[in-house]
């Protein structure tokens, strides 16, 4: 009949909309993770320290000890499209230096959890503590607490029963969860980054500075002294820098996840980074293994797409070849210097 072919068209209510948008920025645990240091980072932490318990599912704490809101900032943060990152649309087109400038996952990830902001400023004052359940504000008062800000995730997804169900093992949730932790601490080896799982440390960079001991904090002692440095020269062509660490063709894993990558200092995820760095061991590495490598890039901005979804890790370039190229000569120079592969039969 007449109804069935015409299905009615209903407007969806706002509960609905932001449970919808809000599962968009918080797909797992991961990806709380990834925005709550982020934040940390934004606010200028010297030191970040991330537990989780039950691979985040249960619960997610990200404690620094950056510059802390006051009362007011601390009650605006979890609210929707709030930030202090950018004022409006020409700050953007001028660039953004820090993180995150959506002004959404605090509060998308209050939307889904029982969320948890304990916060004191930097610059004085006292402490507060604001809780968001299932995306209302549900208390907001003084907390007695160190300078910096602790968010504590509880019961993701406890009101998005679907969602809750999606989730992996624990055990996957924690790789995912201990891949973003260590993208974040090698590419801020300023800032000591510490993780913890149902309360056992796994990690814990020095912030010291050096990106080898870095490298030794997330990866151990034999790794980090199989790697060598690739020169901050790069030849010609679209990056003006290329740099980082390196490993022994012999040190090796079955996942290409331990060659990461990092484009003006972001983490990224970059297929024709990675693929030019297993090309510049010239077949010298054993089938389907990949080598350690922290790879950091220097780019204009203008070069990379921008096209690609903020959210989204995966960055290309527009000069793709070129950066291939780059990479490649850079890593194999690394290797060759170190003598840890043998120079290729000349080619032509
Ligand atoms: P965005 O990072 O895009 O601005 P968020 O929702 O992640 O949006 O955070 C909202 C605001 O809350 C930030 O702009 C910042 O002012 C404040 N904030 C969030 N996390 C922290 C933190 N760890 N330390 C200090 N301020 C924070
Ligand atoms: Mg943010």
């Known amino acids: 009949d007449e109804a069935a072919a015409s299905p009615e068209i209903r407007e969806l209510d706002a509960t609905t909309i932001e449970r919808i948008a809000a599962g968009e920025v918080v797909e797992r645990p991961a990806s709380v993770v990834k925005e709550l240091v982020e934040n940390a980072i934004d606010a200028d932490a010297s030191r970040v320290r991330v537990s989780v318990e039950n691979g985040g599912i249960d619960g997610i704490r990200v404690e620094d000890d950056g510059h802390g809101m006051a009362e007011a900032a601390a009650r605006r943060a979890v609210e929707k499209h709030t930030t202090s990152k950018i004022r409006d649309i020409e700050d953007l087109e001028a660039g953004v230096s820090t993180l995150g ?7 998308a990830i209050g939307a889904v959890s029982r969320l948890t902001v304990t ?42 029963p679907a969602r809750r169900k999606y989730l992996k093992q624990p055990t996957t949730e924690v790789d995912n969860v201990q891949r973003v932790v260590t993208g974040y601490a090698l590419a801020n080896p300023d800032v000591a980054v510490t993780f913890e799982t149902d309360g056992r440390e796994r990690f814990a960079t020095t912030g010291r500075g050096d990106l080898r001991s870095a490298v030794m904090a997330v990866y151990g002692r034999e790794v980090a002294s199989a790697m060598v440095p690739i ?50 061991y010239g077949g ?65």
């Open 119 to 160: 916060t004191r400023p930097r610059s004085g004052g006292r402490g507060t503590e604001v809780r968001v359940e299932g995306g209302e504000t549900a208390h907001v008062g003084p907390a007695g607490c160190p300078t910096g800000t602790t968010v504590a995730v509880d019961d993701l997804f406890y009101n998005v």
């Open 231 to 280: 020169e901050a020269n790069a030849p010609d062509g679209p990056l003006s820098g290329v740099s980082g660490l390196v490993s022994h063709p012999e040190t090796t894993r079955a996942s290409s996840e331990y060659v990461a990558t990092f484009v003006n200092g972001r983490w990224v995820t970059a297929r024709a980074v990675r693929e030019a760095v297993v090309d510049a």
């Open 101 to 107: 400038f959506r002004g959404e996952a605090l509060y």
């Open 284 to 348: 010298q590495l054993a089938p389907d293994r990949y080598p350690f490598a922290v790879v950091f890039l220097d780019i204009d901005p203008a070069e990379t797409d921008v096209n690609v979804h903020p959210r989204k890790l995966e960055v290309r370039f527009a000069d793709e070849a070129g950066v291939r190229e780059q990479v490649e000569t850079s890593v194999e120079r690394a290797l060759l210097d170190a003598g840890l592969i043998r120079s290729r039969a000349p080619r032509g």
